[in-house]
């Protein structure tokens, strides 16, 4: 492992066994609706039905249970805008520790709550005028606790990077894989896992219109910031990529896709009425970019990450209403 490769297929693999038996794997969806729709045979990976009800656990619970005992007995910090938040709470609970979470303001009350009934202790701060990386490492160093990134770290990455590992597992070689795109954490270790197995699969991130930070950070060669995006997207609200995952995904992504909130919003409403599954909006964004023709000359077998689906209903419902 180096700076440039700061993981490897064998550590997804490592993650995997870690994994097993703890994280859900997860079912894969298949629908002749949504064939035809695309012109494509589709495999829609559902993390909406992960624990916490989304893809986080994995990566959450394999960075946790990577610390040493001492570390574990000191508790865990994170900063997330709340799937993460809830991750790492059921994480540290289950490794019979405590966690300490900072959370936006406007974290959706779902996730706050559910992050609460894991046990763990929330700080919120304001995501538009305040830095949560630069308060998140404040609060674990003035708690002496360990800090669990949400994406930026090489255990969170290769956690995640487990589900596509499984998806490719069932539906053997597809042509593409569309991911949803936040702070690059997922994508990295789909991407990672994907290439190793099927080197020629096109590597498709999706991000919002309003925050496509990874979008312009592959055309410019580096990091670019964009401010604090405002989308129905609350999951991928990230402003720049992180350091490990934009190493990774420089490398091994093909293109990026970006999708409107009101073609998220389609996604979801697709998503519930023909798949009969319940998606938040950063878990439809992949499935909302293939519906909406977002990506150019769609391939024969498509896998699609529905990364999560923690939505309240009355989010759910005005958002579907509107």
């Known amino acids: 492992m180096t700076a440039s490769d700061p993981v490897t297929f064998a550590d997804v693999r490592a993650a995997a066994a870690l994994l097993e038996g703890v994280a859900h794997r997860t079912p894969v969806l298949t629908s002749r609706t949504l064939n035809a729709l695309s012109g494509a045979e589709v495999f829609v990976k559902c993390e909406n039905f992960q624990r916490v009800g989304a893809f986080k656990f994995r990566g959450a619970y394999h960075a946790a249970a990577r610390l040493s005992p001492e570390q574990r007995a000191r508790g865990i910090a994170a900063y997330s805008s709340g ?3 809830q991750a790492t709470a059921l994480a540290a609970r289950e490794l019979g520790t405590h966690a300490v979470i900072l959370m936006p303001e406007d974290a959706p009350r779902a996730k706050r709550e559910a992050t609460a009934g894991y046990g ?16 998140g490492e404040a609060l674990a160093r003035d708690n002496g606790m360990a800090l669990i990134p949400p994406y930026d770290h090489p255990h969170v990455i290769a956690g995640q990077g487990t589900a596509a590992l499984e998806l490719l597992e069932e539906t053997g070689p597809l042509d593409a894989l569309l991911v949803p795109v936040g702070g690059g954490g997922l994508i990295a270790g789909s991407a990672v896992a994907a290439k190793a197995l099927h080197p020629a699969v096109r590597v498709v991130g ?12 592959l055309a410019a060669g580096k990091r670019v910031a964009v ?4 989308t129905v997207a609350d999951g991928q609200a990230v402003p720049t990529p992180g ?16 999708v409107s909130d009101e073609e998220i919003v389609r996604g979801m409403r697709f998503a519930f009425e023909r798949l009969k599954i319940v998606l938040e909006p950063s878990g439809a964004s992949a499935l909302a970019a293939l519906l909406a023709g977002r990506v150019e000359d769609p391939p024969r077998r498509i896998g699609v990450i529905a990364s999560g689906g923690n939505v309240d209903t009355a989010r759910f419902a005005a958002l579907l209403a509107g």
Do not use: Q
């Open 120 to 135: 763990a202790r929330i700080v919120t701060y304001d995501r538009y005028t305040e830095d949560r990386t630069a308060l």
């Open 83 to 85: 799937n993460h938040a």
């Open 243 to 258: 350091e490990l995952t934009f190493a990774v995904n420089r490398r091994l992504v093909d293109e990026i896709a970006l």
């Open 227 to 230: 401010p604090v995006p405002r």
């Open 206 to 217: 999706v991000e919002p219109e309003a925050g496509d930070d990874t979008r312009r950070s």
